[in-house]
């Protein structure tokens, strides 16, 4: 097995939940040694939903494999100062507290800075650093709220927080990808340096789209908007099954798909015969073509739409993805887990398998570390 493009760089995370786990998730992937530290009572996604084989959640094992686990009471002198013998060896250090409270237990910036000037310190919180809302607790379906991103999805006047764990992932992909970019600074400088990530700033950015258009037109978006303007469509097949066309900019896209439907009457349509119109009469269209495609089963027209060159997929439960043909061509399930999505030519580093490499038990590693 080849290293990652990371190997050799020693990352430190102090972190529980998602955010900060799977920051350091994504540097092992990519081959860095991952230390995490944990409480005595050890990361609470450990006692997440049951279910699983392992002693821990499959929700803990998905964002802590790879890594090694050592359990240290920060608030212990002598355990203090075992943090801080691992941070002046590290070249990365992550956590996910709330403002201020690294710093009063001891391992803040000002303090590893001194003892490690190389060090990037990467701090992920939910609200930012600073102002009315930074000393707020902060999960995924509040900032998932705050940030705009549910009302992209579901009616304001029923809410219900749903998922995936947006806030939570996007920023820890940010921070991944801020503490790639503060090594690249060092490479030059010499100096490490904080970077600061807010999972509300996180989600913001992902919104940039939305907000850009707001800022612009003063139009709002609301949950379907976007699809409408991709010109993407539900489709159910005569089967039952659920599947998905996209059409966006490009004219011939329209047309195939009338081809493919024996319906080019639409094309004439006064509701659908400019893009702009078929935006304006979005529900109507929609309406038409999950009649039309009733007619046959999915695959039918998933062969008639590959002929075509009309942009399309099923609709996929989780279920259905893991034995997706074109995700078993890519290897992209192993072992009871998924593989990055992302491949280096010289550094073609299959995960080591969760038999070997699991999640770490709490605590396996204190002797080997400490």
Same mark, same amino acid.
């Given at each position: 097995?080849?290293?990652?493009?990371?190997?050799?760089?020693?990352?430190?995370?102090?972190?529980?939940?998602?955010?900060?786990?799977?920051?350091?998730?994504?540097?092992?992937?990519?081959?860095?040694?991952?230390?995490?530290?944990?409480?005595?009572?050890?990361?609470?996604?450990?006692?997440?939903?049951?279910?699983?084989?392992?002693?821990?959640?499959?929700?803990?094992?998905?964002?802590?494999?790879?890594?090694?686990?050592?359990?240290?009471?920060?608030?212990?002198?002598?355990?203090?100062?075992?943090?801080?013998?691992?941070?002046?060896?590290?070249?990365?250090?992550?956590?996910?507290?709330?403002?201020?409270?690294?710093?009063?237990?001891?391992?803040?910036?000002?303090?590893?800075?001194?003892?490690?000037?190389?060090?990037?310190?990467?701090?992920?919180?939910?609200?930012? !650093?600073? *102002?009315?809302? %930074?000393?707020?607790? $902060? =999960?995924?379906? +509040?900032? &998932?709220?705050?940030?705009?991103?549910?009302? /992209?999805?579901?009616?304001?006047?029923?809410?219900?927080?749903?998922?995936?764990?947006?806030?939570?992932?996007?920023?820890?992909?940010?921070?991944?990808?801020?503490?790639?970019?503060?090594?690249?600074?060092?490479?030059?400088?010499?100096?490490?340096?904080?970077?600061?990530?807010?999972?509300?700033?996180?989600?913001?950015?992902?919104?940039?789209?939305?907000?850009?258009?707001?800022?612009?037109?003063?139009?709002?978006?609301? !949950?379907? *908007?976007?699809? %409408?303007?991709?010109? $993407? =469509?539900?489709? +159910?097949? &005569?089967?039952?099954?659920?599947?998905?066309? /996209?059409?966006?900019?490009?004219?011939?896209?329209?047309?195939?798909?009338?081809?493919?439907?024996?319906?080019?009457?639409?094309?004439?349509?006064?509701?659908?015969?400019?893009?702009?119109?078929?935006?304006?009469?979005?529900?109507?269209?929609?309406?038409?073509?999950?009649?039309?495609?009733?007619?046959?089963?999915?695959?039918?027209?998933?062969?008639?739409?590959?002929?075509?060159?009309?942009?399309?997929?099923?609709?996929?439960?989780?279920?259905?993805?893991?034995?997706?043909?074109?995700?078993?061509?890519?290897?992209?399930?192993?072992?009871?887990?998924?593989?990055?999505?992302?491949?280096?030519?010289?550094?073609?580093?299959?995960?080591?398998?969760?038999?070997?490499?699991?999640?770490?038990?709490?605590?396996?590693?204190?002797?080997?570390?400490?």
């Amino acid at each position: 097995m080849t290293q990652g493009p990371l190997s050799g760089l020693s990352v430190i995370e102090i972190g529980q939940y998602i955010s900060g786990p799977y920051a350091a998730k994504l540097l092992a992937d990519m081959g860095a040694d991952v230390v995490k530290v944990e409480s005595p009572e050890g990361d609470p996604m450990r006692r997440w939903q049951g279910g699983g084989a392992r002693p821990y959640s499959p929700q803990f094992g998905a964002y802590n494999r790879g890594k090694r686990s050592v359990v240290l009471n920060l608030k212990q002198p002598d355990d203090l100062g075992s943090l801080l013998g691992l941070a002046e060896r590290a070249d990365v250090l992550i956590e996910n507290f709330r403002p201020g409270v690294a710093d009063r237990l001891g391992f803040g910036w000002p303090v590893l800075k001194e003892r490690n000037p190389r060090l990037v310190y990467c701090s992920i919180t939910g609200f930012g !650093p600073s *102002g009315p809302y %930074a000393k707020r607790p $902060a =999960y995924d379906t +509040v900032i &998932s709220a705050v940030g705009g991103m549910y009302s /992209h999805l579901v009616p304001l006047e029923s809410p219900r927080p749903i998922g995936p764990a947006f806030s939570d992932l996007l920023s820890g992909m940010s921070a991944a990808q801020g503490v790639l970019a503060a090594l690249h600074a060092r490479s030059a400088s010499g100096e490490g340096q904080r970077v600061e990530v807010s999972m509300l700033g996180s989600v913001a950015d992902f919104l940039t789209e939305a907000i850009s258009t707001y800022l612009e037109t003063g139009s709002t978006a609301q !949950p379907g *908007g976007r699809a %409408a303007r991709a010109q $993407a =469509y539900g489709c +159910v097949g &005569s089967d039952g099954l659920p599947f998905v066309v /996209h059409m966006s900019v490009p004219e011939k896209f329209w047309l195939g798909l009338l081809d493919v439907l024996d319906r080019r009457d639409l094309a004439s349509d006064p509701r659908f015969a400019t893009r702009d119109l078929r935006y304006r009469n979005y529900d109507a269209l929609d309406e038409v073509l999950k009649a039309e495609t009733r007619k046959r089963p999915r695959d039918e027209w998933f062969e008639l739409l590959t002929a075509a060159d009309i942009p399309h997929g099923p609709l996929n439960t989780v279920a259905d993805l893991v034995q997706d043909a074109q995700v078993l061509h890519m290897g992209l399930i192993e072992d009871d887990t998924t593989r990055p999505g992302t491949r280096f030519s010289t550094h073609e580093r299959r995960l080591p398998r969760l038999r070997t490499a699991p999640a770490p038990a709490l605590g396996a590693h204190n002797e080997e570390l400490l």
